[in-house]
């Protein structure tokens, strides 16, 4: 497992842009499958998209599609979350996630951040 520090959540108006940040300890963290997801108040946890080792593969929601991207520098053990074109059913906390395989689970989770968009 790997301890994992999201970072770069807060207030933006509709149509507006975030970037989060998940930074990992560890020398490992390439080797790791990197995922964010969201949960809004009462809510289910949601996939929003995921990474693959070498930041070659990557999938995302289709609620996200064409407004998120996810991207990696293994060499700053971080994996970013650009999101633009806000809206507000965007409003989540967001989560970091790792898993040492594309076939096993998630086994690693940061904290959250909190999104917030306003109409």
């Known amino acids: 497992q790997v301890q994992l520090v999201e970072a770069g959540g807060g207030l933006v108006q509709a149509g507006g842009s975030l970037r989060l940040s998940c930074t990992a300890s560890?020398?490992?963290?390439?080797?790791?499958?990197v995922g964010w997801f969201r949960q809004a108040p009462g809510k289910e946890r949601e996939f929003v998209a995921s990474?693959?080792?070498?930041?070659?593969?990557?999938d995302y929601a289709d609620s996200v599609k064409g407004r998120f991207a996810i991207s990696r520098d293994n060499a700053k053990n971080t994996v970013y979350l650009q999101m633009n074109s806000l809206k507000p059913e965007d409003t989540a906390v967001y989560y970091c996630?790792?898993?040492?395989?594309?076939?096993?689970?998630?086994?690693?989770w940061g904290q959250g951040t909190q999104v917030t968009v306003s109409s």
């Open positions: 560890g020398r490992t963290f390439s080797t790791y499958h």
């Open positions: 990474i693959s080792r070498g930041g070659t593969s990557t």
């Open positions: 996630a790792a898993r040492s395989s594309r076939y096993e689970s998630y086994d690693s």
